[in-house]
């Protein structure tokens, strides 16, 4: 079993939909959660953190922990074209230490 | 906000040569940074660890001696890509950690290595 599991989609939905990506993981020693986005041929820009359980919220975007069932979880409202990207779940353990990602999953987003 | 500069952002070579790609901190001091490669429609896969003034860590199967890291100074680190081979195209990027005590990583943009 992979550490972090993430289905690579794809996943295509209409402008203005609810977009729900997540993620599994296996290791319980993982406290900081996050979610990157990666346009094509560029590297991954951070989205949301989270430290430990709990929701984040940053407008559009959600992100959930439940440390209790290993799952993570993003929620786009009101997606747009412009989110058409592939979202990557990353977590660590302490900190300091490197990030280990999921396959990223790839969302299309049409207008 | 910070910034991670990665150069070159693509870069053509013939089997056999030796690629540097540079990697700095540009607003930041970073003591550690970590080099990934990514496959197409593949995940982010953790190369090495790099630390200032020490020996960057590896992870298992990565070939030290073939994927030279250097971290010289406290905003750059370089990955040199030795007796390139076809098999080691791939896409390079570097990440350093921004907050002290997190483990919020700002990337570069990557570069796209192609060995003919």
């Known amino acids: 079993q992979k550490e972090v599991e993430q289905d690579p989609g794809p996943l295509s939905v209409p402008e203005g939909a609810i977009v729900s990506l997540n993620c599994t993981y296996s290791?319980?020693?993982?406290?900081?959660f996050m979610w990157y986005r990666q346009y094509s041929r560029k590297g991954p820009e951070l989205l949301m953190y989270?430290?430990?359980?709990g929701n984040k919220e940053d407008g559009r975007f959600t992100a959930q922990v439940d440390k209790s069932s290993k799952y993570i979880s993003l929620f786009i409202r009101d997606s747009q074209p412009s989110d058409s990207a592939t979202y990557l779940c990353?977590?660590?353990?302490?900190?300091?230490?490197?990030?280990?990602f999921g396959k990223g999953t790839t969302l299309s987003v049409s207008s | 906000g910070a910034v991670v500069s990665q150069h070159p952002s693509r870069v053509i070579c013939k089997s056999g040569t030796s690629v540097k790609i540079e990697c700095r901190s540009l607003?930041?001091?970073?003591?550690?940074m970590f080099w990934y490669r990514q496959f197409p429609k593949q995940s982010l896969m953790l190369m090495a660890t790099?630390?200032?003034?020490?020996?960057?860590?590896?992870e298992q199967g990565v070939e030290k001696d073939k994927f030279l890291i250097n971290h010289a100074s406290l905003t750059l680190s370089t990955l040199t890509v030795t007796s390139a081979h076809p098999e080691d195209s791939s896409f390079y990027i570097c990440?350093?950690?921004?907050?002290?005590?997190?483990?919020?990583?700002?990337f570069g943009a990557g570069s796209r290595l192609t060995v003919l």
């Open positions: 990440s350093a950690s921004v907050r002290s005590g997190a483990n919020v990583l700002t």
């Open positions: 290791n319980s020693a993982f406290q900081y």
């Open positions: 989270t430290y430990s359980s």
């Open positions: 990353a977590m660590s353990g302490q900190a300091g230490t490197a990030l280990i």
């Open positions: 607003d930041f001091q970073a003591t550690t």
């Open positions: 790099s630390n200032e003034g020490s020996k960057a860590t590896y």
